[in-house]
C-alpha cells in the first residue's frame, strides 16, 4: 500500500501536504468531497505542526479494512504537547491567533480522530476518512 | 516571495488565485489587497477562487478579513467561483464567511458589484457600460 511522509517546517510544507494527501486520496478512489474534506482537514492539522508543535511530519497511507478503502493520516510533532485536549478541541478555543477551528473542524471532517499529547511529550494526531 | 496579481478593472480590483496559497502568500494578498484599494480609490474587489481546491480556516479567515477591510475602505466585496465541494466542506468546518458575498462566477460578481453600486448611487460615472 502507498505511503508518504512529508517533513513539516515551513508554510509550503503545509501546501505540500495538501497536495500528497490530494493524490493519495485520488488513488485510494474518494470521491470528489471525501477528497476535499480530508484534505481541508489534513491542512488544518498540518497548520496546527507547525504553528503549535514547532514542525514535525505527516504520514500518509492508504488503508483498507474488509470491503472498505480510505486515507490515514499521522501528524506527530515534538512540540509541548497539549495540556487540555477538551478544551484544544473546543470551536472557537485557540491559544494563538487562529479561528479556533482546526482540530474540531478536522475531527468532523473526518471518520476517525484521534489525539494523544501531554505536556512536554509532543502530539499526535491521527485521522481517516474513508470511501 | 511571490504575490498574487490584482488587476485593475474599471473601479473594481480583481484578484484570481490560481495557486494553492501558503499562509504568508495569503497574508500578502490580505496586504496589497488593502494598499490598492486605497492606491486607485478601489469601490469593488472581486476574488475568483475557482481555482481553489480547498478553502481552510486560514484561507477563509483571510478572505473574511479581506472584506471587512475593504468595507471600511468603503469597497464591496464578491467571491466568486466557489467550488461546491468545497462549500460543502467549509460548512461542516464550521466556517462562516461573514461580510462575504459569494456569486457563482466572474460575470455574476461584476455584475453584483455593480448593483451595489448603483444601488448606494456611488457609481455615477459607471451607468453607461454598467447594469443597464
Ligand atoms: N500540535 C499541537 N501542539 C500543541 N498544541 C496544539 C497543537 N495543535 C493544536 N494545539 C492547541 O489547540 C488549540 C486549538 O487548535 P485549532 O482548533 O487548530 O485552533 P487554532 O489553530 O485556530 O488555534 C491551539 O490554539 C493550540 O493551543
Ligand atoms: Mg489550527
Redesign the interface.
Known amino acids: 500500500m502507498p505511503r508518504s511522509t512529508v517533513r513539516i517546517q ?3 510544507d ?2 505540500r501536504v ?2 500528497e494527501v ?1 493524490r493519495i486520496a485520488i488513488e485510494a478512489g474518494l470521491g ?2 471525501d ?3 480530508i ?2 482537514a489534513a ?2 492539522l498540518a ?1 496546527n505542526t507547525l504553528d503549535y508543535g514547532k514542525g514535525g511530519e505527516a504520514a500518509i497511507e492508504i488503508v483498507q479494512a474488509g470491503p472498505r478503502r480510505g486515507v490515514r493520516i499521522v501528524f506527530e510533532d515534538n512540540g509541548p504537547g497539549i495540556a487540555d485536549i477538551e478544551l484544544a478541541l473546543k ?1 472557537g478555543y485557540s491559544s494563538g491567533k ?2 479556533g ?2 482540530l ?2 478536522a475531527k ?2 473526518c471518520n476517525e480522530f484521534a489525539i494523544e499529547s501531554a505536556p512536554g511529550q509532543g502530539t499526535r494526531v491521527t485521522v481517516a476518512r474513508w470511501k | 516571495m511571490d504575490r498574487i496579481p490584482i488587476l485593475k478593472l474599471g473601479e473594481a480590483l480583481l484578484v484570481t488565485i490560481q495557486v494553492d496559497m501558503h499562509d504568508r502568500l495569503a497574508m500578502a494578498l490580505e496586504e496589497d489587497l488593502t494598499t490598492r484599494i486605497v492606491d486607485v480609490a478601489a469601490k469593488g474587489v472581486l476574488i475568483d477562487i475557482s481555482a481553489l481546491e480547498i478553502v481552510d480556516s486560514f484561507i477563509g479567515r483571510t478572505l473574511a478579513n479581506i472584506a471587512m477591510i475593504a468595507k471600511v475602505l468603503d469597497a464591496v466585496t464578491v467571491v466568486v467561483g466557489m467550488r461546491p465541494a468545497v462549500a460543502i466542506t467549509l460548512v461542516e468546518l464550521g466556517l462562516s464567511l461573514p461580510g462575504v458575498r459569494t456569486a457563482l462566477n466572474a460575470e455574476r460578481g461584476m455584475a453584483m458589484i455593480r448593483s451595489l453600486l448603483d444601488a448606494e448611487g456611488m457609481a455615477p460615472g459607471e451607468e453607461a457600460e454598467g447594469a443597464a
Open positions: 515551513s508554510g509550503e503545509v501546501v495538501r497536495q490530494r470528489l468531497v477528497q476535499t474534506k484534505v481541508t491542512s488544518e497548520r470551536d487562529g479561528m477551528l482546526g474540531g473542524g468532523r471532517l
